[in-house]
């Protein structure tokens, strides 16, 4: 029987070799499942397939796993190292997993109960043939003739992936239990559990048909409602407003359809392939397991650019889960892109709602029927592109809808996930610089996407981290305990506090899962000189101790950073198209410099992990402007201005973590020399000066717009919050331009929008809106101290030429 079987497989190999080419879920399974390949493993399949098996084998070897069709040598005893969970193609098919397999099982476990030493890790493993749900599902191979069989390897051989899950420990079951028949029985039960758990997860629910889920729709009590409140407002025959109801749904909702992503899948693996030198991705398991665990899963990526949308599907798809069904701005629903994308999941959004009951219940309700029939959402909390590299303010209106859908009875708990998408290069940065500067915003079409196109080409390396998930049921039953009463009048009170709530810890969790890359870090410390220039050795010793910092004293755990030495990291920068960063020779040896126009562009790139620098610039900033100070006051100092910059740049630290914070922060310019700490009194060492400069100008633009706020407010008490901004942009446009602030964001408005706020939540204002006086003096003489004389100079003369 072995040597027909082992002849089988030979013969089979050959078409599976030449037309099937497996991807391994995860990409790297002994780092990610912490395989331990010092103890035998034993592959667990979940139906009996030798495609399957020999497709294993195959990827094992790839990844330097043990093969499956070795034996595991355990005491003098061989037990094969894969088993498989149930028949294939029994009419009358059991329950009960195959007789053989729980006898496998069982042997392990009496090995285990003579060997404590031992650890066998049974790591269940599926072969997905296709993704596709519902009518389009995949026909499985193993109730296949030979003709379907070779017919679906060369249909779904580029569409195969081996997905490895989490390693089950025997040694601990057996610790827990006895080793006996049933325990091997009830591990092939939960088996089974886990392989219907895995498929759902990767393929998801059926694809809809959508004229019969609009047909729902529309005969529910609440469009019912709304049409006729329509009908009424409008003076229009029902049928009418009718119409136009299915009108707005059309408008709104995808249409997926599978093969369509599969093209895609092909598209944008080359497209990937021709852009970039590799994606990056961190955290994803964090995905998988809340897919296995059954929760309604809502990706929140920020947003840099329309690449984004693409990213993040297609590496979902290739980390073995289902596409998400994605928010997109109706600008995007032009010909031929908006068809396009309707088919590989997007639905269509309008920029505002206001004055549009009907559209807004529409809304509404369709995204509460995707929560339900169990499809995954994807949305962009900004609300669109982030022209500046930073996080913008959230806006809620998708959240609070998240939110009420979760109120109307949804039976899975709802789990947002905060995505952090970075890039080297972003193909519309030169496009965000110009609107900065005044220009207006090209509406979306046909010729635009084909000038992008025009620009493809080698843009380094992108970025895709998952941040820590917001179970929102446990969120609200923690902060909300009230969610699950009804309201009295229909308005829950709790509602508006909570959405923002969530949507400012998206939007921390966001910047906690930052990835810093050779462009951000090399930009960062060019950009910290005033003439964006700096000698190679300066820049490679202030690179390196903004890695130490890091690494010593990191933001958050969820914080990726590069393995290279800083100088293969600007050697790397150096070589990337359009860079903007380049090395010049002088007498004294090399210079790296940014051009003016090079600087404004990589202000974005600086911006996406500028939070990352700005607590241990503040810190430097105090010590080198004070000179000489104690701990207790540059702690109090950093306390007094952080809440602007928590406001302004998301923060994470409360008010314990941030002394604590900022304690680790000085022992490590401590260790790095760049201070001298006598008698709990810190003070520069003037052996690295410049390093702590360099440090410091982190902080020194945005405290300079906050400078300038303040001085207006001490000028004008009464000065009205729209006025207040207004001017101090202005003020912030003349400044940039007498000293040469190259960062655009410097005079952007929506950030005098976010001081104003938080300067109203820290009580700088009275009840009736006046500045109090006294507290902003208090602050301002701080700030004051921390500036240069010649920008407070520019900014007082422009605050009284303003008078």
Not at 150 to 171: K, P
Not at 654 to 667: C, P, V
Not at 736 to 749: Q, R, T, W, Y
Request: aromatic share 8%; net charge positive; with cysteine.
């Amino acid at each position: 029987m072995s040597i027909l079987l082992n002849l089988y497989r030979k013969l089979l190999n050959l078409p599976l070799s030449l037309l099937v080419k497996p991807r391994s879920i995860p990409t790297d399974p002994i780092t990610e499942l912490a395989l331990n390949r010092e103890q035998p493993l034993i592959y667990i399949l979940p139906y009996t397939s030798q495609s399957d098996l020999l497709i294993l084998q195959r990827n094992c070897r790839s990844l330097n796993l043990p093969d499956p069709l070795e034996q595991n040598v355990i005491n003098s005893i061989s037990l094969p190292r894969f088993v498989f969970l149930n028949e294939d193609r029994r009419f009358f098919k059991s329950k009960e997993a195959k007789s053989e397999t729980v006898a496998v099982i069982h042997r392990y476990l009496d090995l285990h109960k003579q060997d404590s030493n031992l650890d066998v890790q049974l790591i269940p493993v599926s072969v997905l043939w296709g993704r596709a749900p519902g009518k389009e599902k995949a026909p499985s191979l193993r109730a296949l003739g030979a003709f379907s069989r070779l017919f679906s390897m060369i249909w779904y051989g580029r569409d195969n992936f081996v997905r490895f899950s989490q390693a089950v420990s025997l040694n601990e079951i057996v610790a827990n239990q006895n080793a006996d028949e049933q325990l091997a029985r009830k591990l092939a039960r939960i088996a089974r559990m886990h392989f219907a758990k895995q498929r759902y997860s990767a393929m998801g629910p059926q694809l809809p048909d959508r004229q019969a889920m609009f047909n729902k729709l529309l005969d529910s009590d609440v469009l019912k409602k709304a049409i006729a409140d329509e009908a009424e407002n409008k003076k229009i025959p029902l049928e009418k407003a009718r119409a136009e109801a299915a009108k707005m749904l059309d408008e709104i909702a995808a249409d997926v359809k599978h093969d369509s992503l599969r093209v895609a899948d092909r598209l944008l693996s080359w497209l990937w392939n021709k852009l970039y030198q590799g994606i990056n991705v961190e955290n994803s398991e964090r995905v998988r397991k809340l897919a296995l665990e059954g929760h309604e899963i809502v990706y929140v990526p920020c947003h840099r650019s329309h690449m984004d949308y693409l990213l993040l599907s297609y590496l979902l798809y290739h980390q073995g889960l289902v596409p998400p069904h994605i928010a997109a701005g109706i600008n995007l629903n032009f010909f031929p892109v908006g068809s396009i994308f309707r088919s590989w999941g997007a639905f269509f959004i309008r920029r505002t709602f206001k004055g549009n009951r009907l559209y807004s219940t529409i809304f509404r309700e369709y995204l509460a029927e995707l929560f339900y029939r169990g499809y995954s959402v994807e949305y962009f909390i900004e609300g669109g592109r982030s022209r500046t590299g930073r996080l913008l303010e959230p806006k809620t209106g998708m959240m609070s809808m998240t939110i009420q859908a979760l109120q109307r009875g949804l039976t899975r708990p709802i789990s947002i996930v905060p995505v952090y998408i970075g890039y080297e290069h972003v193909l519309e940065v030169d496009t965000y610089a110009k609107e900065l500067r005044g220009a207006a915003k090209e509406k979306e079409n046909a010729g635009l996407v084909l000038r992008v196109i025009k620009k493809l080409k080698n843009l380094g390396q992108g970025y895709v981290n998952f941040g820590e998930p917001i179970q929102i049921n446990h969120y609200l039953n923690q902060h909300f305990p009230e969610w699950r009463e009804p309201s009295e009048d229909g308005r829950a009170k709790w509602l508006n506090d909570a959405v923002d709530s969530i949507a400012k810890e998206v939007m921390v969790n966001i910047n906690k899962a930052a990835a810093v890359n050779a462009k951000n870090l090399i930009g960062s410390a060019l950009l910290a000189s005033r003439q964006r220039a700096l000698a190679r050795e300066q820049l490679i010793e202030q690179v390196e101790s903004y890695m130490q910092l890091f690494l010593n004293v990191p933001y958050s755990e969820d914080m990726t950073l590069p393995t290279d030495s800083a100088e293969a990291m600007l050697e790397h920068v150096l070589k990337l198209p359009r860079s903007g960063v380049t090395a010049e020779k002088d007498n004294f040896g090399e210079l790296i410099r940014l051009d003016r126009e090079s600087a404004v562009l990589m202000t974005y790139y600086r911006n996406n992990i500028q939070h990352l620098f700005v607590l241990p610039s503040l810190v430097a900033s105090v010590i080198l402007h004070l000179e000489a100070v104690s701990k207790d006051l540059i702690v109090k100092t950093v306390q007094q201005i952080y809440p602007f910059l928590k406001a302004e740049l998301f923060l994470r630290f409360n008010e314990t973590e941030l002394r604590t914070q900022i304690e680790l922060i000085l022992n490590e310019f401590i260790c790095q020399q760049l201070v001298k700490s006598e008698s709990e009194v810190f003070k520069i060492n003037p052996a690295h000066l410049r390093s702590l400069q360099l440090h410091s100008n982190g902080v020194r633009e945005l405290l300079q717009r906050y400078f300038i706020g303040l001085n207006i407010l001490l000028d004008r008490p009464e000065i009205s919050r729209g006025e207040l901004e207004k001017e101090s942009r202005s003020i912030a446009q003349r400044l940039s331009v007498l000293h040469g602030i190259n960062a655009p964001e410097f005079f952007d408005k929506a950030l005098f929008s976010t001081f104003t706020s938080a300067l109203k939540v820290e009580g700088y204002f009275d009840a009736e809106g006046k500045a109090n006086k006294a507290k902003i003096e208090v602050i301002e003489d701080l700030i004051s101290s921390l500036i240069s004389a010649e920008i407070k100079m520019t900014i007082s003369s422009a605050v009284k030429s303003m008078e």
